[in-house]
Structures are given as C-alpha cells and as structure tokens.
C-alpha cells in the first residue's frame, strides 16, 4: 500500500509499488482500515460545552482514527427534535469526523411520549435510543 500525505494512493502486490522514492513501514501484525467507527460517544454539545464540543470531540476521534461517532442524545436540550438532530450535524460545529447523533425515543428522555422516529431519521439521526 502506498501512501502520500497520509492518504492510501495505491494499493499493489508486495514489490510492485511503481515509485521507488518511498520509506518502507512494515505493517504485519497490524490493522489497516478506512477509519472506525464509534456507536456511543458523548459531545454534549449543545449545552454542556464545558464537558466537550463537537469539534473537541470529533478532534480526538480523528486522532484516534475514527471516521465517523454516533452521538447520544444526552444534551441540553435533550436530542428528541429534528431541529436538535440537524443542528448537531452543522458545518458550523467544525466537526473533523462525521457526526452521526443518535435522538431519544421519548421527548426528554422521560421515557412517556414517544419522539418522531421517522423525522428524526429524515434529519439524520442514525438510531433512536432510551439510553444516554
């Protein structure tokens, strides 16, 4: 596998990397993926910035090779809105990583009325959940 600038740029049979200016890191043993993913993370944005953010949270996910965090609903407001949903997946967050929230299935998390599923998901959520 050949990389430039830290992306894949070709993938060859052993010796036969056309480019001979290269530094050679020898990988057995060790995983080579497109990134991970991460199905419960807390960014706590909106409303709890002094925990985490969106872009400190995501910042780490990338240095930990994550690709993409699915994020609880465990803000301030609750995630349980389509607005919220969205919001999360904002440019504006500065996300390094792709933000995928994950709503609430019951408005404030109270466990009584059930959220928009379908709404929730058309606005990007990947899942709804009862957990935080």
Known sequence: MLTDQG???AIE???KIPNKDYQLIEADGLIVSPGFIDL????REPGQTHKETIATG???AAAGG???VCAMPNTNPINDSP???RWMQAPERRAKVKVRPIAAATLGSEGEQ???FRALVDA???AVTVDG
Not at 40 to 43: A, I, P, Q, T
């Open 58 to 60: 995501t910042a780490a």
């Open 114 to 116: 059930l959220t928009d």
């Open 13 to 15: 049979p052993h010796g």
């Open 66 to 68: 994550f690709t993409t």
């Open 83 to 85: 607005e919220i949903t």
């Open 40 to 43: 419960h993370v807390h960014l």
């Open 7 to 9: 992306r894949i740029a």
């Open 124 to 126: 990007g959520a990947a």
